[in-house]
């Protein structure tokens, strides 16, 4: 997991995304946070936005450790799409959160051979 800081102010007072990486299957969440919200709020957004989806994890791994890269990889292309909708549609980056989310884990994955999605759900 890890942040992307230093987006404007959306409608909804979000300037952050939190990226949570699936080491596994590669799948990505980009949840829209303040970057000054309370150490207490972020558990509770974790367990109501991720938890509730998959259960509770076997292991989390922060920004530093052991990223091999791989969270990196999701920052840079995520941004590059919330830059390609602010671009084109000239709105609020928050509101094509989930179109970014569809996208990136629509795509096909070399390292596990198959749609994001796929792996998710077939």
Not at 31 to 41: E, G
Not at 45 to 68: P, T
Request: with cysteine; glycine share 2%.
């Amino acid at each position: 997991m890890n942040f992307v800081v230093g987006l404007p102010l959306s409608p909804n007072n979000r300037n952050a995304i939190w990226v949570i990486v699936d080491r596994l299957t590669k799948s990505a969440h980009f949840l829209a946070i303040r970057i000054n919200w309370s150490l207490p709020k972020l558990p509770k957004v974790y367990i109501h936005k991720i938890v509730r989806l998959h259960g509770v994890l076997a292991s989390i791994i922060s920004n530093e450790i052991l990223s091999d890269g791989q969270l990196e990889r999701v920052i840079h292309i995520s941004e590059d799409m919330l830059r390609v909708c602010a671009i084109n549609f000239e709105s609020s980056w928050e509101h094509y959160l989930p179109l970014v989310k569809f996208a990136y884990n629509n795509n096909f994955q070399y390292s596990i051979q198959m749609v994001l999605y796929e792996a998710l759900y077939a």
